[in-house]
């Protein structure tokens, strides 16, 4: 069993900054890509940041400059750290990561999202 759990969802005002963790836990062997997306009321989810196991990072272009993901292998999480945050960026955030378990079987996991509002 694998789980991600993520923290630090909360309501700022814009311009305030924000820090998003996820921990991945269970039988893992390895961990590949990992993520953030968010999902706005009304709209489909999109991908906000990835990161490689290698560390190469991707990032939406509306973020782009204002985000950054980083990720620590050994502790198996991976964290963004949202700075100059608009009420755009509104949303539920959540975590995804390409898990191998120790049976040797790759799949694609998500974690329970958390709120992120951002208003005055």
């Known amino acids: 069993q694998v789980q991600l759990v993520e923290s630090g969802g909360d309501l700022v005002q814009p311009g305030g900054s924000l820090r998003l963790s996820c921990a991945a836990s269970?039988?893992?062997?390895?961990?590949?890509?990992m993520g953030w997306f968010r999902q706005a009321p009304g709209k489909q989810r999109e991908l906000v940041a990835s990161i490689t196991g290698g560390g190469r990072t991707n990032y939406a272009d509306s973020v782009k400059g204002r985000f950054a993901i980083s990720r620590d292998n050994a502790k198996n999480t991976v964290s963004l750290q949202m700075n100059s945050l608009k009420p755009e960026d509104t949303a539920v955030y959540y975590c995804?990561?390409?898990?191998?378990?120790?049976?040797?079987?790759?799949?694609?996991?998500w974690g329970q999202g958390t709120q992120v509002t951002v208003s005055s």
């Open positions: 269970g039988s893992i062997s390895s961990i590949g890509t």
């Open positions: 995804n990561a390409g898990i191998t378990d120790r049976r040797g079987f790759w799949f694609d996991y």
